[in-house]
């Protein structure tokens, strides 16, 4: 801003500027005597300088602007001055009024709304700008460069397309149409309808199942059938078959129990004895000497507290960091020139990888099948569905010398209401449960009566 007064200034200054008001010329200008003033004061900035001439100045090229357009030094000739040859007769344009017409001269409303500035406005820049210009510009050109190969777009490819014919829906029968078919409401067969609203209301269109009900959580029978051991007069390979069974069940049970005794076993070591228990009392009482060390390792320790107090203190020299860095940078150059002759040596390698990937994807087949295995024998396993596991019951056997002779002599055993409950935890249809025990809220109080202390 500073600059452009300056050179406006030295315009004025110059002897071909012509100034539009009649005091700037310098002839009204007085000469006087300036009053010295300490100016590298800053409060007399604006007390002691005279910035009128300069404010003048930007008024008279201020007004030059809205005027004339532009300062009148840097206007033509042609643009201000005209040669006057005479008087002449104005020709009339044709179909225009005459003098004293109406349109003869604007209306003074229409001359105050007109611009009486010569200044240009300024440009709007936003005007011209367009959001995504570059990106449209883009499509343009390869859309002109699809014409030029005759393809077509996509749009055009549609309007050119025949239209489809109309698929006509076939409405579904409401219970309010009136050219619905009649049927006898008393009737006991039924009508035989497709009327989804009668269906619904009749209940004769069952509500769609989850598709996860129609899985079974468990793929064990209702009723299992019993090994051939189990039977009143069975075979005798068969009942040794079910005994063995039962034996290893026992033996597992047998061997819980062991393990648990071993685990919750007092150790004879930790057993308290009088020593122990005396030498617990005393601890504390009595101070214990502490034994001297002897000389050569009171020696060591001073040495290694000195060399690692020398280590710490030390600082590594210039020349030792460089020599550092440089082996530093040699051992990434051989580990890179390595991993280079390393990928090189695998062309080579070719027939070793491919067998390598062979036995990748066998390895991998073999598992997915172990795993397709595993599955389908976990779903014939119980589940855990609560906070207690299942306990698979005892098995109904019968020693060889218990066997009966005949079926009439046999007799029962075993709960059918019992197996159905563990059949229905087995199958995963209800989470294993145990007994409630029963709790009393109050203890009972035994009261004597009356009756009973006269008898006593």
């Not at 005279?50 to 030094?73: P, S, T």
């Not at 001359?111 to 500035?117: E, F, K």
């Not at 004895?273 to 034994?291: A, C, D, P, R, Y």
């Amino acid at each position: 801003m500073a600059a452009a007064r300056r050179h406006r200034r030295v315009a004025a200054s110059q002897p071909g500027f012509l100034p539009l008001k009649a005091d700037l010329d310098g002839s009204g200008q007085t000469t006087g005597r300036r009053k010295r003033v300490n100016k590298n004061k800053k409060k007399n900035w604006n007390k002691y300088s005279d910035i009128q001439d300069v404010e003048e100045f930007l008024d008279d090229v201020r007004l030059q602007e809205k005027a004339a357009g532009g300062l009148i030094a840097d206007k033509p000739d042609d643009s201000l001055f005209f040669v006057d040859t005479g008087n002449q007769k104005s020709v009339p344009e044709p179909g225009g009024v005459g003098k004293k017409g109406r349109n003869s001269k604007p209306l003074r409303i229409d001359l105050i709304l007109q611009p009486d500035s010569r200044i240009a406005p300024p440009k709007d820049v936003l005007a011209h700008q367009r959001p995504n210009a570059k990106k449209e510009r883009r499509i343009a050109q390869k859309a002109e460069k699809l014409a030029a190969m005759g393809v077509l777009p996509r749009r055009q490819k549609l309007l050119r397309r025949p239209p489809a014919a109309p698929s006509v829906k076939e409405k579904p029968v409401t219970s309010k149409d009136p050219e619905r078919n009649f049927y006898d409401l008393w009737n006991a067969g039924g009508p035989e309808t497709a009327d989804l609203y009668y269906l619904e209301q009749t209940k004769k269109k069952l509500v769609k199942r989850p598709e996860k009900l129609n899985e079974k959580p468990s793929v064990l029978p209702a009723v299992e059938v019993i090994a051939p051991g189990g039977s009143y007069n069975p075979d005798f390979f068969s009942h040794q078959a079910l005994l063995l069974e039962a034996h290893e069940v026992e033996v597992q049970k047998l061997k819980a129990e062991e393990r648990l005794q071993r685990k919750l076993a007092i150790n004879k070591a930790d057993i308290a004895t009088e020593m122990s228990t005396f030498k617990e009392q005393i601890e504390g009482l009595v101070e214990e000497e502490e034994e001297p060390k002897p000389e050569a390792e009171q020696v060591a320790d001073a040495v290694d507290e000195s060399v690692g107090s020398a280590a710490q203190q030390e600082k590594k020299t210039e020349k030792q960091r460089k020599k550092e860095k440089a082996e530093r940078i040699k051992e990434l150059q051989k580990k890179a020139e390595r991993k280079m002759i390393d990928s090189r040596q695998q062309l080579f390698k070719l027939r070793s990888i491919s067998a390598d990937v062979k036995e990748m994807a066998q390895r991998t087949r073999r598992r997915r099948v172990q795993r397709k295995a595993r599955q389908e024998a976990q779903k014939s396993l119980p589940r855990r569905l609560g906070k207690l596991k299942f306990q698979a019951p005892d098995l109904d056997i019968q020693l060889s010398d218990e066997i009966p002779g005949s079926l009439r002599t046999l007799k029962p055993e075993g709960s059918i209401l019992k197996d159905r409950f563990k059949s229905l935890q087995k199958r995963n249809l209800i989470e294993p449960r145990e007994r409630a025990k029963f709790k009393r809220k109050h203890k009972l109080k035994y009261v004597e009566k009356r009756a009973f202390r006269e008898i006593k």
